[in-house]
């Protein structure tokens, strides 16, 4: 997958350099010229959080090493940019999330850190948290832990705790919060299945789980389990009807009667 939509990609920066003169130096360097999805990933990641203290080289460096060498989160990073592409009906390439889309930037930072943080490398990865916050004005723990083919839609206001454990195949809109509910340094924040949709301003709070295929309304305040497969929605969400997609994430319907 990595192979065809990187070929993609590079034929649709060679067709925006024709339709916007203006733009084909930032296009070649950050997509012509590099040899794969991989390496442009990591330019673009490293331009957008360094600082004078961690040069744009050194975290170039840095990135490509650990994309380089996880196959899992290279394939992660193309599923999650195939759901930008499939679920955003703004999104007309490829390349757009991957060069604009700060949603889908901050994941594969979050990725990066991830990767980081389970090797011990604990403060680097709150570094990268802490760059993620300033940058793109959402709020990803490294210890998060998540699927494939998730898509961050809009992003600002986003914040995602330690112990979140997000499934695949998962649309979150702006304004989420995935947050704990306790002191408690144990598993204290959700668990949210495959297919799920979280709506614009949904807060989800404490060790509760949200069922594979639920749909979750927009501003609504979810404290208990969410079954498979229901809609829930209000201050404090109650089930509210049944999505008629068997992964609302993908359809991103967000109506409660439908």
Wanted: aromatic share 8%.
């Amino acid at each position: 997958m990595e192979k065809d939509i990187w070929s993609v990609i590079i034929q649709e920066a060679k067709y925006l350099e024709i339709q916007e003169p203006e733009l084909t130096d930032f296009l070649r360097n950050t997509i012509s010229m590099h040899d794969c999805f991989e390496n442009a990933l990591a330019s673009i990641l490293a331009d957008q959080v360094s600082t004078i203290g961690f040069p744009v080289l050194h975290l170039y460096e840095l990135f490509n090493k650990v994309l380089l060498s996880s196959i899992k989160i290279k394939n992660e990073a193309c599923l999650d940019l195939k759901a930008c592409f499939d679920r955003d009906a703004a999104c007309e390439y490829y390349l757009t999330p991957l060069l604009y889309f700060k949603g889908y930037q901050a994941l594969q930072l979050q990725r990066i850190a991830n990767f980081l943080w389970n090797q011990n490398r604990q403060e680097l990865a709150l570094f990268l948290q802490s760059r993620m916050t300033d940058v793109f004005c959402l709020d990803i723990h490294p210890g998060a832990q998540f699927g494939s083919g998730i898509m961050i839609d809009h992003a600002t206001g986003v914040v995602i705790g330690e112990t979140s454990i997000v499934g695949n195949n998962v649309s979150i809109l702006h304004g989420v919060t995935l947050g704990g509910n306790s002191t408690d340094r144990g598993k204290r924040h959700p668990t949210i299945g495959d297919g799920v949709l979280i709506s614009a301003g949904a807060k989800i709070l404490g060790n509760v789980k949200v069922g594979d295929g639920a749909k979750i309304g927009a501003g609504s305040l979810v404290i208990n389990h969410v079954l498979p497969h229901v809609t829930v929605a209000g201050v404090p969400a109650s089930v509210v009807g049944v999505p008629v997609h068997e992964q609302p994430a993908l359809a991103m319907n967000q109506r409660f009667d439908i």
